[in-house]
């Protein structure tokens, strides 16, 4: 018998022999209404916010609220356009500099924390242990513990009213290290060592071996850091009107009272679209890698 026939006849065996689960019929109908339901909980607010912008003013303002508007219009986006551009700062300022900080901050992010988790990592040295540990302290201070010694720092380099003073933070968060060495303590160190063997220098062996098999971390970090910079408004940073973010102007729209309500609406929808965007495109490529990259020694 050759080899052909003896792993047919394997494979027959082994379906022949296949532990079948042990829920019945009734479970898999159960198990599937309570993650019907989990799903439902969980879109509901994105589609009642959707909904609420697609509500003319008097639907917005009824009481009590209903979920599905009975006249939907896009009256309440093009309001929101018009608004934006009778400031003296045009629209499109806002936009790039929300766009350059936001690509700017999360692709520095990605790169310094993936390089100094990839030393972490794989390569042992005085101190190294310590510093991991101290990146993981500071994890457990948010935003408003660590303001204004940022501001102090930004005052001190003279980047107070710059784009550097929003990126630098965000290229220095401990997030995307603590995410990005985790992973990278999984990648086998015989591949590095054969690459070595290879020729391979050490950034190479970074870039093009190292980089492609942590593609979940990375991406994972990039939703993380997009999420918090487009969001992100920092009018603490910033002064300067033509420097701002895309946000400030977005929140001094839904502050003009009950008449914008529908354009505040406007502005939820839009805030929340982006990141959500960009997670839908990355989804898909981060349960492929994960199904594909799993490398062990």
Same mark, same amino acid.
């Given at each position: 018998?050759?080899?052909?026939?003896?792993?047919?006849?394997?494979?027959?065996?082994?379906?022949?022999?296949?532990?079948?689960?042990?829920?019945?019929?009734?479970?898999?109908? /159960? &198990?599937?209404?309570? #993650?019907?339901? @989990?799903?439902?909980? *969980? $879109?509901?607010?994105?589609?009642?916010? =959707?909904?609420? %912008?697609?509500?003319?003013?008097?639907?917005?303002?009824?009481?009590?609220?209903?979920?599905?508007?009975?006249?939907?219009?896009?009256?309440?986006?093009?309001?929101?356009?018009?608004?934006?551009?009778?400031?003296?700062?045009?629209?499109?300022?806002?936009?790039?500099?929300?766009?350059?900080?936001?690509?700017?901050?999360?692709?520095?992010?990605?790169?310094?924390?993936?390089?100094?988790?990839?030393?972490?990592?794989?390569?042992?040295?005085?101190?190294?242990?310590?510093?991991?540990?101290?990146?993981?302290?500071?994890?457990?201070?948010?935003?408003?513990?660590? /303001? &204004?010694?940022?501001? #102090?720092?930004? @005052?001190?380099?003279? *980047? $107070?009213?710059?784009?550097?003073?929003? =990126?630098?933070? %965000?290229?220095?968060?401990?997030?995307?290290?603590?995410?990005?060495?985790?992973?990278?303590?999984?990648?086998?160190?015989?591949?590095?060592?054969?690459?070595?063997?290879?020729?391979?220098?050490?950034?190479?062996?970074?870039?093009?071996?190292?980089?492609?098999?942590?593609?979940?971390?990375?991406?994972?970090?990039?939703?993380?850091?997009?999420?918090?910079?487009?969001?992100?408004?920092?009018?603490?940073?910033?002064?300067?009107?033509?420097?701002?973010?895309?946000?400030?102007?977005?929140?001094?729209?839904?502050?003009?009272?009950?008449?914008?309500?529908?354009?505040?609406?406007?502005?939820?929808?839009?805030?929340?679209?982006?990141?959500? $965007?960009?997670?839908?495109?990355?989804?898909?490529?981060?349960?492929?890698?994960?199904?594909?990259?799993?490398?062990?020694?």
């Amino acid at each position: 018998m050759n080899s052909k026939n003896m792993y047919k006849d394997q494979t027959i065996h082994h379906y022949k022999h296949r532990r079948k689960p042990n829920r019945s019929l009734g479970g898999d109908v /159960g &198990i599937y209404i309570f #993650l019907a339901i @989990c799903s439902a909980m *969980m $879109v509901f607010p994105l589609f009642f916010a =959707i909904c609420n %912008a697609l509500k003319p003013l008097d639907e917005v303002l009824k009481n009590p609220p209903t979920v599905l508007p009975r006249n939907p219009t896009f009256d309440n986006f093009s309001d929101l356009l018009i608004t934006m551009s009778q400031g003296w700062v045009p629209l499109s300022r806002y936009i790039w500099n929300t766009v350059f900080i936001t690509v700017a901050g999360t692709l520095g992010h990605v790169v310094f924390a993936s390089m100094a988790a990839y030393v972490l990592a794989k390569y042992n040295f005085p101190g190294g242990n310590l510093f991991f540990r101290l990146a993981v302290v500071a994890l457990m201070f948010s935003g408003y513990v660590t /303001g &204004i010694p940022n501001y #102090l720092i930004m @005052c001190k380099l003279h *980047m $107070v009213d710059t784009y550097w003073s929003l =990126i630098l933070p %965000a290229i220095g968060g401990s997030l995307g290290l603590f995410l990005m060495k985790q992973f990278m303590d999984g990648f086998p160190m015989s591949l590095i060592e054969a690459a070595k063997i290879d020729g391979a220098s050490e950034f190479l062996i970074f870039w093009k071996l190292v980089m492609p098999n942590v593609k979940p971390a990375w991406l994972t970090i990039s939703i993380f850091s997009i999420q918090n910079l487009w969001n992100n408004a920092q009018i603490t940073y910033i002064y300067t009107e033509s420097k701002k973010m895309l946000r400030y102007a977005l929140d001094q729209v839904a502050l003009g009272g009950i008449a914008r309500t529908g354009q505040q609406n406007a502005v939820i929808v839009f805030t929340m679209s982006v990141p959500i $965007v960009f997670f839908i495109f990355s989804q898909s490529q981060i349960m492929e890698t994960m199904a594909t990259s799993g490398l062990k020694d």
